[in-house]
């Protein structure tokens, strides 16, 4: 949630420091197996745990990722929009897992997603307010598609002459707009509630757990932990992530990874790589992971019964210590980010520079800043200003090579680039972006902090605010 600095600081280091002993005092546990609380079962199993539907949506957005830079220019558009919508927005078929997939001797246990679980898709899971960091006026899912379309005709999916590389904002607009919004707008929030999805009562005719232990399970599914989070380093999550960790990724020793359980996905991806890199002083990762944990032991230890409102308000402490924490690792991103184009606009003024290369990166690292800037904006909160002024900052699209930039859509679809801005007021937005962000937001890590340059570049300007030029 938004917050000026220092509120709810001091909560949220003791929530930090109760994660950091678990884990350094070894009494650190994992999410699952959870014990058959409720009372109406009679089936067979034993683990109340189930979150398999929300890994099956990681699947379909890393897929769906890998297929968005597989355009050649228009000549197989048709098919690669039909196959991308198969991943968004579901199919019939039993669909095969494009990522992550083996990789050397990282070895995957599941090929297709019917194996994890099936008839699943994003668009049902998807954000569908207003968003107002896009030109069209769009809804969320509405946004989403008209993406998809666009990395259908692109050329490997960049737009060089808009800079857009839907890839990136695809995916990291989908990790906020699906991931992020579903946990803390809807399973975390609204499913805590006394009179919705009960402890007493199945979650559905016939399932093994009840109605809190799974909004609980499809809240922890959303961020993309292992099970056994809390037995990792930052380092090594990341490793797992990346694809380069079996031994850490492989719990149980069977000589596969099986991504119900054992892959580390999108959002825990990052905290881990806020946690490892910059200041090096945060505990994303291991606060949510403990989060969840803790808040699922308060279910399963109401042994079915009915939560007592003070359950629940532990609940809700719980849930806000994820959302927070979360929210701060998209700002974060937003802030690396915006860090990253900063420095990409100094490369491309140099001399002798490779500018095609150093464009193509520059326009890379502006996706994942506007993703990530509109994932921030897809949570439980309205952002109201600070929104407002992100999205003044980082613009419809990037400052273009000549100059140019988006600043809105026409009737037929085609974006329009009516105004102009020179390189350095530019940068001088991403600098108000960090600033902004660690103006608004508990941020700590602030990878590629680029402040110190604020002053030299205001007087370089000469003026105080970035300039636009018609």
Not at 18 to 31: L, P, T
Not at 262 to 267: C, D, L, S, T
Not at 321 to 336: G, H, Y
Not at 418 to 438: A, C, E, G, H, I
Request: hydrophobic residues 35%; contains cysteine; proline residues 2%.
């Amino acid at each position: 949630m938004l917050r000026l600095k220092l509120k709810c600081t001091s909560f949220i280091v003791a929530i930090s420091m109760i994660g950091s002993s678990a884990i350094a005092d070894g009494h650190s546990a994992n999410y699952g197996p959870f014990p058959i609380t409720l009372k109406s079962y009679s089936g067979e199993k034993n683990n109340s745990v189930s979150y398999t539907g929300q890994i099956a949506r990681h699947v379909l957005h890393d897929s769906l990722k890998v297929l968005a830079g597989q355009g050649n220019g228009g000549e197989n558009s048709t098919a690669l929009e039909k196959e991308m919508l198969s991943y968004f927005s579901g199919s019939e078929k039993n669909k095969a897992i494009i990522a992550p997939g083996s990789k050397g001797e990282f070895v995957v246990k599941q090929t297709t997603l019917n194996e994890i679980s099936s008839g699943k898709n994003i668009e049902g899971k998807f954000y569908n307010g207003s968003m107002m960091a896009w030109p069209g006026s769009m809804k969320g899912r509405e946004v989403a598609l008209q993406m998809i379309k666009k990395a259908s005709i692109a050329n490997k999916g960049v737009d060089a002459e808009n800079g857009y590389n839907w890839p990136q904002l695809i995916s990291k607009f989908t990790m906020g707009a699906m991931a992020y919004s579903q946990a803390v707008d809807n399973y975390l929030d609204e499913k805590l509630e006394a009179g919705t999805k009960p402890n007493n009562k199945p979650y559905k005719d016939g399932a093994p757990y009840t109605g809190k232990e799974h909004s609980w399970d499809e809240g922890f599914g959303y961020f993309g932990a292992a099970a056994h989070t809390l037995s990792l380093t930052a380092d090594q999550a990341y490793g797992v992530a990346k694809r380069k960790d079996m031994a850490s990724a492989d719990a149980n020793g069977d000589g596969v990874v099986d991504l119900k359980s054992e892959m580390i996905f999108g959002p825990a991806y990052y905290a881990a790589a806020f946690d490892r890199s910059g200041s090096k002083t945060t505990k994303y990762l291991h606060t949510i992971m403990q989060a969840y944990v803790d808040g699922r032991k308060v279910i399963t230890s109401a042994n079915g019964a009915i939560l007592s409102d003070d359950e629940r308000q532990m609940l809700k402490n719980h849930a806000s210590t994820i959302e927070s924490n979360w929210e701060m690792v998209l700002a974060e991103a937003v802030f690396k980010y915006a860090g990253s184009v900063y420095k990409d606009i100094v490369k491309m003024q140099e001399d002798g520079a490779d500018q095609a290369k150093a464009y193509n990166a520059y326009v890379k690292h502006w996706g994942e800043l506007k993703g990530f800037s509109m994932a921030l904006q897809s949570g439980r909160n309205n952002l109201g200003e600070t929104a407002d002024t992100l999205n003044d900052l980082i613009l419809f699209g990037p400052v273009t090579l000549d100059n140019s930039y988006v600043t809105g859509i026409s009737a037929n679809g085609s974006f329009e680039r009516d105004r102009r801005m020179t390189w350095n007021d530019y940068q001088f937005n991403m600098l108000k972006v960090q600033k902004l962000m660690s103006d608004k937001f508990d941020i700590a890590s602030l990878v590629n902090n680029k402040l110190g340059d604020i002053e030299a570049l205001a007087g370089k300007l000469g003026i105080a605010e970035s300039a636009e030029t018609d």
